[in-house]
């Protein structure tokens, strides 16, 4: 009897672990890939933690001692992965049963529908939070309005990532470069993955690593986007590799799907997975900027693809239906968090001299004052003006603070839409009833 038992296959290719069902359940068809827009909820929750680190680490800028997050968050890495794993899913879900060879015109159609997609989800929120930007945040925050303003136009072309919309750091959303690259990227991906899909899951992992030497080559830090690496920008080339990455683990996810992992393994899986959470935030903490930096990919492929397979106890535990609204207010949350910052030191300042003048210095159970005292320290100052690192009650006030905006975006796209949907079901309503009056006129 070997001492550490192999995994044991199973006759189905998905087994019924898979997405959160019970192992134990009687016996049913084999699972297959999960449906169009059903999402896992352990992945979601990863997309909000990793959505809170890109948060703190801009909002981290705007303090005059950074102390916490000194290489940046990484989560870049989780989102570009992320894409390319869906990516990967999507093409093989709609491949599945298919016969004959996927034309040239239904993969480049395949590919435009990827862009219009992104974009469809993108543009409400970004033009309300352009619009909250540019004619709600009081002018102070804004020395250089104008300038922002002329350069904004490549935010709504989705140039932030190239020297069109990096103008000496004029663009008044940089963190939307990110987008500009996963929609370039992305387009070229979905059609190969639609067109030769075979030979882009064979080279995925080579393409990864290729791509990844080369921009470490040319970079030791792992933020840097704007920068020219041969005939692209840094964020182009980060998003070709980490996106092939995402493919890559994508492959080994089937593999092992057809795979019925024992409880030892499942021990194994989970000691793995809780490894690589502590490593991947350890080095985010602690690690200064340079090129061990890249080493946090590896941890982040390891929580993305023991997310999907739902076989260790942590990300069972973490699948759960709640967590899913939380994914979906990470979008907001990373392209609204930018401007959110800028709002918040002076909204804070407010607030500290509205408590300071209702505050009652001899009175100990002041509410006023026990506010005013919790809200010491945080700021970039200390009360004697000392410059100082960002706190943890400035990570928890802001967060909040972003959280609380994105709410308010996503309720009112969600209140566009539905006036939208009325208004158009209105127009048929009429239409229909103008139709029903023209027939009954010609039978008279």
Known sequence: MSLFPAPKRTGYPYPPQAYGKSA???????????????????????????????CLYHFEMFFPKRQILLSGSGAVEFFFVLAGFAMALSARRSLSGRESPVTMKEAAQKAAGYVLGRLKTVYPVILVVMFIYFFLLPSSLNENTLRVVQNSEWEFTMMVGTPFGFNNGAAPNIPMWFLTALLLAGYLYTFALYKYNDFTMFAAPAIGVLFYSYFTLNSSLVLDFSIKMGFLTAGMVKAVAEIALGIAIFGLYERLLKIKFGLFWQIILSLAEVYAIYRFFALTVCQPIGMDNFRRIVYILLIILLSFLNVTLLSRRLNKGFFRALGRISLPMYLSHFFVAQLYFPLLSYGKSVLLKMADPTNPQDAAMAWYNFLKNTGGYDPSFKPIGMSGKDMFLFIVLVVAVSLVIMLYIALVRAACRSVKRVREAKAANREADYVIHLYK
């Open 24 to 54: 134990a359940s009687p016996a049913q068809p084999a699972p297959s890939l999960p449906l169009q827009g059903e999402r896992v909820a352990t992945v979601e929750l990863w997309r909000f933690i990793f959505t809170v680190l890109v």
